[in-house]
């Protein structure tokens, strides 16, 4: 039964529920009603059939005759009247067309055991209410019996109607049911086929939404969804087709090299120094092309990816950045103050950023130049004293693959500065640039930490210098 129930479609579960529903609620409604009616017309039944039986047991007896009984109680042809006496013997006034049983009940009542009795007998011709009080002699009961013909009748009626006004409400149920599954519903048809038109055109055109209902609200994610993937399929195509252009000059300067050997060789050879300048030249290029794939690899990393985070000290990643640089830019002088600032991160991101900071700064430097290191309450400043970033490539230096017109002859993919944003965005923090009072270009890397070290960093280094001791 669950599997053929969500099986079919939301309209006609929607249908099918609101029918059911309403189904459910008729029949309590109508049963409580026919009940209640049942009830009171027995309990007036009764309360008639009492206070008819007191007035008529005022009356004087002689037992076996029957003397003074009102014509008025004779006269109604669905009563039947009776005296019994505490042995149950009887002497009927009027009897109905079937035999009424009488017993225990109206004998107790007879006896003096009991002050009422009222109860439901069944005849060959029909059910009656049979009401017993005491007479007017000692010993006897006044026994009156009345047909439940016309209150039968009545609830037979009753109940009749009920069935065609419940089943008129079952099918208005329905009617409402598809009423609201055809309306309701028309936003999640032109959703679904939205998302139908999409995977068979692969254009993310968004939908139109009306009101500010649910419904409304999930078109607002769907489009908010298919801006997303939007972006991030242009951004695909961008890396793509930018890594492909980037690529093509390492490959073919590569080629051209190799070529060019290739064609020597034959030719006899080149000398001792061209031939040298010659794979310097391609070992150069290899190393560009690794360095441009690292870099490429690193900016197509998805945060989804699994990455171990683990407490670090940004002073100390700085400090073997700086390290790192410094022998590879021997000339410069790197001024160099770090506090501690205690990050939740990725070490090997968060030092590759700084170091790309540092290389950036290395790059742009005078020969014998300062490059200023600080980092102050989780900022990391990384200034030079080169000629600075112009106004016009200042929005644009962390973007992937951007080369200002002065940086265009110089080694280097443009993805450095794209990466050091990455991480900072990764980190919850961000990256800036500017300008130095002296000219040259800064950088503000931000990362969220602390300046005291976690418990379990402390516990660790209080653990060794106890070993050390």
């Not at 070529?259 to 061209?274: I, K, P, V, Y």
Request: aromatic share 6%.
């Amino acid at each position: 039964m669950p599997r053929f129930h969500y099986r079919r479609s939301l309209a006609s579960r929607v249908i099918l529920l609101t029918t059911f529903a309403v189904g459910v609620s008729v029949a309590l409604v109508s049963f409580a009603a026919y009940m209640t009616v049942r009830h009171q017309l027995q309990s007036s039944m009764d309360q008639s059939l009492r206070s008819r039986a007191e007035v008529v047991s005022q009356y004087p007896i002689d037992y076996g005759t029957i003397r003074n009984i009102p014509a008025w109680m004779l006269g109604a042809t669905d009563t039947a009247v009776a005296y019994i006496n505490a042995d149950g013997e009887g002497v009927t006034a009027k009897a109905p067309q079937g035999d009424i049983h009488l017993g225990g009940p109206e004998a107790a009542v007879a006896a003096g055991k009991s002050d009422f009795s009222c109860r439901t007998v069944s005849t060959d011709n029909g059910d009656y209410r049979v009401t017993t009080v005491p007479a007017s002699e000692p010993g006897y009961a006044l026994v009156i019996a009345q047909s439940m013909a016309a209150n039968e009748d009545s609830l037979n009626k009753l109940g009749l109607v009920m069935l065609i006004f419940g089943l008129a409400g079952v099918i208005a149920a329905a009617l409402a049911g598809w009423g609201v599954a055809r309306n309701g519903l028309r936003p999640v048809r032109r959703l679904t086929d939205a998302a139908e038109r999409i995977a068979r055109t692969d254009k993310l055109e968004p939908i139109e939404v009306e009101g500010n209902d649910e419904i409304a609200r999930m078109a607002r994610a769907f489009n908010a969804m298919l801006a997303a993937l939007s972006a991030s399929r242009d951004r695909q195509r961008r890396l793509v087709a930018d890594a492909g252009h980037e690529l093509r000059t390492p490959l073919t300067s590569l080629r051209t090299n190799l070529d060019l050997l290739t064609q020597a060789d034959r030719q006899g050879g080149l000398s001792e120094s061209a031939r040298t300048e010659l794979l310097d030249d391609v070992r150069f290029q290899i190393e560009e092309l690794t360095t441009l794939i690292g870099d490429l690899t690193e900016l197509a990393r998805e945060d989804s990816v699994h990455v171990t985070l683990e407490p670090v000290d940004l002073a100390d990643i700085t400090d073997r950045a700086v390290q790192r640089v410094r022998r590879r830019a021997s000339s410069l002088e790197f001024d160099v103050h770090t506090d501690a600032w205690w990050v939740t991160g990725e070490p090997n991101a968060l030092e590759r950023a700084v170091t790309n900071l540092l290389d950036n700064a290395a790059k742009w430097s005078p020969p014998l130049g300062v490059v200023t290191v600080r980092l102050e309450e989780g900022t990391l400043l990384v200034a030079d004293q080169g000629h600075g970033i112009a106004e016009e490539d200042l929005p644009h230096v962390f973007d992937r693959f951007y080369r200002s017109r002065d940086s265009r002859t110089m080694p280097g993919s443009g993805l450095g500065l794209a990466i050091v944003r990455q991480v900072a965005e990764r980190h919850g923090g961000d990256v800036r640039a500017g300008h130095t009072p002296e000219g040259g270009a800064s950088f503000w890397f931000s990362v969220p930490g602390s300046v005291e070290a976690p418990a379990s960093e402390r516990v660790r280094a209080d653990s060794t210098v106890t070993q050390g001791s």
